[in-house]
């Protein structure tokens, strides 16, 4: 490699963990459910099972609490306990890093450049939630990244009469999908979805299908199938993947339907749609009758189908978002060859994406993400959380239990990050509580100290106030720590 490619590499490298940083940063102050699967991990580390009873609350539903995501957990306590909070972030980091490299492994695989790359990623940073730091987004990329590989090896798959290679992708497969169900849940569908993709790739190939390759077809589906069985729930992860939809439909923005939303999700929704059906397009006019046979033209027949599925459940767009950042790359590469004869954009484009590109980044994010660190729930608000009586009983706002579960073990809560856990009926409850309608009282029984945080729970501090029974001891920021008008302090 000659010292300008290497210089060349070097910039993109740098641009690309900017963005990174920034996006991270920019999601830290109103994303804290990273800080209560830390918790979760640390316990893990030491020696508890990831399936288990409640043990951080003082009203516990019936359910046990199974986890969706106990690799990542894993990964975030190994975080907490060698930098603290800041190690939390660090593993995000990483996380989208990971993501984001991927997503340009993949485009560069289809032989997009890497600046054209980087600039399909610049929308899908702007859809914000996509790429926040939550498991959802690295898990969909390795599924991404797997289809990708699979792709280069079924042409020599298919010519294969020996067992051997068979054998060794099966296995292969079998550790890439039980990581991934590790990771996310979400693997309980990606891990068939690859396995119908690739045996329609494999008994397609070439010739009429063979003996042999349904054997290899076979091998290839049990090695996946059973990797994503090897979780803390075992073949039970495909049910506690649908009871995550069931608890959370129509009561949590991200698993319900657009037109639940307020007027803004409304319209970033349509602008996703919009995104994502002209780059099916794009993959579509490409590679025309045989677009199934293309790894493009199976990106864009999943966005579809990920966008048809948002249509019940909200999570579904950002995925869709996500499946044709390739496909967008590729397009961007093919207008970029066609308007200069040929060049890689990387060649004639490379100066211009790091001078005014960059800039705008710098310019508009940045600034962005150093606001928002700043106030950040753990650091501009460790003050409240720490004149918590020990051993309380806390009723308050889901991110901020989720910060008193990893930085105060002693106080147990009623309501935090884990909505699928509490089940539909508590988060009902829950939000009635926050905006003083739930009949009741003020707040649920047993509780012994409340945090009402930030305009959107006035509601809350009004019955506090009227009820006579609680008295407003500390106000940090947009944070009021409550104890009950009896207790000392």
């Given at each position: 490699m000659?010292?300008g490619?290497?210089?060349?590499?070097?910039?993109?490298?740098?641009?690309?963990g900017?963005l990174v940083i920034?996006?991270?940063?920019a999601?830290?102050?109103n994303?804290t459910?990273p800080?209560w699967?830390?918790?979760?991990?640390?316990e893990?580390?030491?020696g508890?099972?990831p399936?288990?009873a409640?043990?951080?609350s003082?009203?516990?539903?019936a359910n046990?609490?199974v986890?969706?995501?106990?690799?990542?957990?894993?990964?975030?306590g190994?975080?907490?306990?060698?930098?603290?909070?800041?190690?939390v972030?660090?593993?995000?980091?990483?996380a989208i890093?990971?993501?984001?490299?991927?997503?340009s492994?993949?485009a560069a695989?289809?032989g997009a450049?890497?600046?054209?790359?980087?600039?399909a990623?610049?929308p899908?940073?702007?859809?914000?939630?996509a790429?926040a730091?939550r498991?959802?987004?690295p898990?969909?990329?390795?599924?991404m990244?797997?289809?990708?590989?699979l792709?280069?090896r079924?042409p020599?798959?298919?010519q294969e009469?020996?067992?051997?290679?068979?054998l060794?992708?099966?296995?292969?497969?079998f550790?890439?999908?039980a990581i991934?169900v590790?990771m996310h849940?979400?693997w309980?569908?990606?891990?068939?979805?690859?396995?119908a993709?690739a045996g329609?790739?494999?008994?397609?190939?070439?010739?009429?299908?063979?003996?042999r390759r349904?054997r290899q077809?076979?091998?290839l589906s049990?090695g996946?199938v059973?990797?994503?069985?090897v979780s803390p729930?075992?073949?039970?992860?495909?049910?506690a993947a649908?009871?995550?939809?069931?608890?959370?439909a129509?009561?949590?923005?991200e698993?319900?339907?657009?037109?639940?939303?307020?007027?803004l999700w409304i319209?970033?929704?349509g602008?996703?749609?919009v995104?994502?059906?002209?780059?099916a397009?794009l993959?579509f006019r490409?590679?025309?009758?045989?677009?199934?046979?293309?790894?493009?033209?199976v990106l864009?027949?999943?966005a579809i189908?990920?966008?048809a599925?948002s249509?019940?459940?909200?999570?579904?767009?950002?995925?869709?978002?996500i499946?044709v950042?390739p496909?967008y790359a590729m397009?961007i590469e093919?207008?970029?060859q066609?308007?200069?004869?040929?060049d890689n954009?990387?060649i004639?484009f490379g100066?211009?994406y790091?001078s005014?590109v960059?800039?705008?980044?710098f310019v508009?994010?940045?600034?962005l993400?150093?606001?928002?660190?700043?106030?950040t729930?753990?650091?501009a608000?460790?003050?409240?959380?720490?004149?918590l009586?020990r051993g309380?009983?806390?009723f308050a706002?889901?991110?901020?239990t989720?910060?008193t579960l990893?930085v105060r073990?002693d106080?147990?809560?009623?309501?935090?990050?884990?909505?699928?856990?509490?089940?539909?009926?508590?988060?009902?409850?829950y939000?009635?509580?926050?905006g003083?309608?739930?009949?009741n009282?003020?707040?649920p029984e047993g509780t012994?100290?409340?945090?009402?945080t930030?305009?959107?729970?006035?509601?809350?501090?009004?019955?506090?106030l009227?009820?006579?029974h609680?008295?407003?001891v500390t106000?940090?920021g947009?944070?009021?720590?409550?104890?009950?008008?009896?207790?000392?302090h």
């Amino acid at each position: 490699m000659h010292g300008g490619e290497g210089a060349r590499i070097a910039r993109i490298a740098l641009s690309t963990g900017i963005l990174v940083i920034a996006a991270v940063a920019a999601a830290a102050g109103n994303f804290t459910d990273p800080l209560w699967m830390a918790r979760a991990g640390t316990e893990i580390l030491s020696g508890g099972a990831p399936v288990h009873a409640d043990s951080w609350s003082w009203d516990p539903v019936a359910n046990p609490f199974v986890p969706t995501s106990p690799g990542w957990q894993v990964l975030l306590g190994l975080g907490y306990q060698f930098l603290g909070i800041t190690g939390v972030y660090v593993v995000g980091v990483l996380a989208i890093a990971f993501g984001l490299g991927g997503l340009s492994w993949i485009a560069a695989r289809l032989g997009a450049s890497a600046t054209a790359a980087l600039l399909a990623l610049l929308p899908v940073w702007a859809f914000h939630g996509a790429i926040a730091s939550r498991a959802a987004f690295p898990a969909l990329v390795l599924f991404m990244m797997d289809l990708q590989f699979l792709r280069q090896r079924v042409p020599q798959l298919a010519q294969e009469t020996r067992w051997g290679p068979t054998l060794r992708l099966a296995l292969g497969q079998f550790v890439i999908a039980a990581i991934g169900v590790w990771m996310h849940a979400s693997w309980s569908l990606f891990a068939p979805a690859t396995a119908a993709i690739a045996g329609f790739w494999l008994l397609t190939s070439s010739k009429p299908a063979h003996w042999r390759r349904w054997r290899q077809l076979a091998a290839l589906s049990i090695g996946l199938v059973a990797g994503s069985c090897v979780s803390p729930t075992g073949i039970g992860i495909w049910v506690a993947a649908n009871r995550v939809r069931e608890q959370c439909a129509g009561v949590v923005l991200e698993w319900s339907p657009p037109w639940m939303q307020d007027p803004l999700w409304i319209a970033l929704s349509g602008l996703i749609a919009v995104y994502v059906l002209s780059a099916a397009a794009l993959a579509f006019r490409r590679v025309e009758n045989r677009r199934l046979q293309s790894t493009e033209g199976v990106l864009a027949i999943l966005a579809i189908l990920s966008l048809a599925a948002s249509l019940t459940t909200m999570r579904f767009m950002m995925q869709a978002a996500i499946l044709v950042v390739p496909v967008y790359a590729m397009a961007i590469e093919r207008a970029w060859q066609r308007q200069r004869h040929g060049d890689n954009a990387d060649i004639r484009f490379g100066r211009v994406y790091m001078s005014r590109v960059m800039a705008a980044s710098f310019v508009l994010l940045l600034p962005l993400a150093v606001v928002s660190a700043a106030s950040t729930f753990p650091t501009a608000h460790a003050a409240t959380t720490r004149d918590l009586p020990r051993g309380c009983h806390l009723f308050a706002d889901y991110s901020a239990t989720n910060v008193t579960l990893l930085v105060r073990p002693d106080v147990k809560v009623w309501f935090d990050g884990r909505l699928d856990y509490w089940g539909h009926t508590r988060i009902v409850e829950y939000s009635r509580y926050l905006g003083g309608t739930n009949p009741n009282g003020a707040v649920p029984e047993g509780t012994t100290c409340v945090i009402a945080t930030g305009p959107s729970e006035a509601g809350l501090r009004s019955v506090l106030l009227a009820s006579g029974h609680w008295r407003l001891v500390t106000t940090s920021g947009d944070m009021s720590l409550w104890l009950p008008a009896s207790a000392r302090h």
